[in-house]
């Protein structure tokens, strides 16, 4: 079983910057082998892909949506994948999700390809 917990949400103005932090733990959690991803759910509506790390942290992935403006990373000493959000706009606002893939699977920005899921951390920016 893999747990994860996700910290630096916040209220923040429109082109503040926030970091998000999830910390993976778990007796036979790997992290440098596992794929992970960054989701969102806004009120009404369906979660949504917004980054994803490839297992090693070669390869980032990024919705359009976010694409320029957030940046993910992972840190395997800490266990610890990153999501740096700058230039934040109202349309962002939603809770953020942080997923693994303990199994190192090739991204595919579906959700259904993460066995474990965060709790979530609210982001809201205001215009």
């Known amino acids: 079983q893999v747990q994860l917990v996700e910290s630096g949400g916040g209220l923040v103005q429109a082109g503040d910057s926030l970091r998000l932090a999830c910390a993976a733990s778990g007796r036979t959690f790997t992290f440098s082998t596992s794929t992970m991803g960054w989701f969102r759910q806004a009120p009404g509506k369906e979660r949504e892909f917004v980054a994803g790390?490839?297992?090693?942290?070669?390869?980032?992935y990024y919705s359009d949506s976010v694409k320029g403006r957030f940046t993910i990373s992972g840190d395997d000493t800490v266990n610890t994948v990153y999501l740096q959000m700058d230039d934040l706009k109202p349309e962002d606002t939603a809770v953020y999700f942080c997923a693994a893939d303990s199994g190192g699977r090739v991204f595919n920005a579906d959700r259904s390809q993460f066995d474990s899921w965060g709790q979530g951390t609210q982001v809201t920016v205001s215009s």
């Open positions: 790390l490839s297992r090693n942290g070669r390869t980032a």
